[in-house]
């Protein structure tokens, strides 16, 4: 089996816990605005930005309008009487601040960095992601942070990765691994650029028809032996 030279990780629901994160910034979100928060807001604002993000993968919504769309939705549906702009200001301010890891992330990350060269490709918006990765203790094992909304292309469109490896320069996809959750962003978008996929799996969802990833993992751990025993830069 081929070991990995190159690493390309998701960013959220992979290494950092966006759940987590997301409940934080909501929270605090309400509190800025001076509006009590109900725990059921959580699950109304879960749902419309899910929605609001696969909108966005498949280029339907600008991340423009993605930040203030999905506050206009989560509004209406849970009867909030907001201006959604606001709420989504104090929501992205906060949520810039939540850099919380994936249990094992750290570790795992650490240990890759030695042996192969990494990158993060993220469909995220630039100041939430920056101010994040700014607060990360793993951000300076990446060599490239790629993020959409400052290239102008998303997940899973594979001039975002085609991008990447050539920041990089690095031309061998065979020797590339693209490591994450998104089976419609992370994977398809590894399925369409031609390079072998990595399906973060923890919660042993089944795996629907149609092309997959090269390989499932249920636990970060499980990445470092599929890549190489020491750095290539070729």
């Not at 991340?63 to 939705?73: H, K």
């Not at 100041?127 to 290239?151: A, K, L, N, W």
Request: proline letters at 5%.
């Amino acid at each position: 089996m081929m070991k990995y030279h190159v690493v390309l990780f998701d960013a959220d629901g992979t290494l950092f816990d966006f759940e987590r994160a997301e409940a934080y910034a909501l929270a605090l979100a309400f509190r800025d605005s001076g509006i009590e928060f109900r725990p059921r807001y959580l699950e109304d604002y879960s749902a419309v930005n899910r929605e609001a993000w696969r909108q966005f993968e498949r280029g339907e919504i600008t991340s423009a309008e993605l930040r203030v769309l999905r506050f206009e939705r989560f509004c209406e549906r849970a009867a909030v009487e907001e201006d959604p702009r606001r709420l989504s200001g104090h929501y992205l301010g906060r949520l810039a601040e939540a850099a919380f890891l994936i249990e094992g992330a750290a570790e795992v990350v650490k240990a890759l960095s030695g042996r192969c060269r990494l990158a993060i490709i993220t469909n995220g918006l630039t100041d939430v992601q920056r101010g994040r990765f700014g607060r990360s203790p793993i951000s300076s094992h990446f060599e490239q942070i790629v993020i959409s909304e400052e290239v102008g292309a998303q997940k899973p469109d594979p001039s975002i990765f085609a991008y990447t490896l050539e920041r990089m320069d690095h031309r061998d996809k065979e020797t590339v691994l693209m490591v994450g959750d998104s089976l419609t962003s992370d994977i398809q978008g590894g399925l369409n650029f031609g390079i072998d996929t990595c399906w973060f799996n923890p919660s042993a969802q089944p795996l629907p028809g149609g092309a997959g990833p090269t390989h499932v993992v249920g636990d970060l751990s499980e990445v470092p032996p599929l890549c190489a025993a020491e750095v290539h830069n070729a």
